[in-house]
């Protein structure tokens, strides 16, 4: 486990975790998503690395014994049964402590609040290097790059399974893993490189993601790639002589507020399919540690 209170997933939890076994992304061919067809933006459905449909792993289930609440009209003036749903907090891929309530009709989601459920607030185990420099405490901007590239990579992993891509995600969480547990830089950016080439590649996450969830931080799309980004930078500055402030300064970037975060995700997840919602969320993946995002209590 990666975070302190055990609320990151791990990557030695089963599956094909590549990235002890030379190239992590030899099992595929070209882009690995090319086997998926139709609308890109089915991300609930998922592909499995052989092309094949995932039945589940990862997949949102509904809580048992629900019943439809009433009926609404839609755009067509149709009667649709209007579900009421709880996501989270102990839903596969979801950030931890985060509850959303939604209202669906068909599959599209009429209604979304956004609450909060164990966040400690307490400050954020990515964040901590930084906070100790704060303090005055001795840090170095490798520890704070360190703990910056582990993060980028732990959302990452998330994102990359809810959208399918199951082999991708494990050998990102395998690298964080080994990253926080210290592994040199000449040793992690060959690997971060052959992950970046292989995600960055991917035509159909590409699709899949552009356009989704428009922000004042961009897209799905330009999310994850940000992560990347950050995460090659992050490990470039390792064994650098920066100070923690510089390297911290070098990953600011104008974008979400973090106390608007809850009210962008009930906003963004208005009049999307529940699958979309899904990778619109793994994109934001709030912290609830961290005390910039203010707690919502149901």
Not at 30 to 38: R, S
Request: hydrophobic share 35%; net charge negative.
């Amino acid at each position: 486990m990666v975070h302190q209170d055990g609320n990151h997933d791990t990557a030695h939890d089963g599956g094909d975790h590549m990235g002890h076994q030379g190239d992590p992304h030899t099992a595929h061919q070209g882009d690995p998503h090319t086997a998926h067809q139709g609308d890109p933006h089915t991300a609930h459905h998922g592909m499995s690395d052989d092309g094949d449909d995932m039945a589940g792993g990862g997949g949102m289930e509904m809580p048992a014994g629900l019943a439809m609440a009433e009926r609404t009209e839609d755009r067509d003036g149709l009667k649709l049964d209007q579900l009421h749903l709880t996501l989270g907090p102990l839903l596969s891929e979801w950030p931890t402590g985060l509850v959303l309530r939604v209202a669906v009709q068909g599959d599209v989601i009429q209604q979304a609040r956004a609450e909060t459920v164990g966040g400690t607030g307490d400050g954020s185990f990515w964040d901590e290097p930084s906070e100790r420099a704060r303090r005055g405490e001795p840090v170095t901007g490798g520890e704070v790059a360190r703990r910056t590239a582990g993060h980028r990579l732990d959302s990452l992993g998330r994102l990359l399974e809810v959208a399918g891509w199951p082999a991708a995600a494990g050998s990102a969480r395998w690298l964080r893993d080994d990253l926080l547990g210290g592994l040199p830089a000449a040793l992690a950016a060959p690997r971060l490189g052959r992950l970046v080439r292989h995600v960055g590649r991917s035509r159909v996450l590409s699709q899949m993601t552009a356009g989704l969830g428009q922000a004042s931080d961009g897209d799905v799309r330009a999310r994850y790639r940000r992560w990347l980004d950050d995460a090659v930078r992050a490990v470039a500055s390792l064994n650098g002589p920066e100070s923690p402030g510089v390297v911290r300064a070098s990953f600011a970037r104008p974008g979400m507020p973090p106390g608007a975060v809850l009210e962008t995700i009930e906003q963004l997840v208005v009049g999307t399919e529940l699958g979309v919602a899904r990778l619109v969320v793994a994109s934001i993946d709030p912290d609830l540690d961290d005390p910039r995002i203010a707690a919502r209590h149901g």
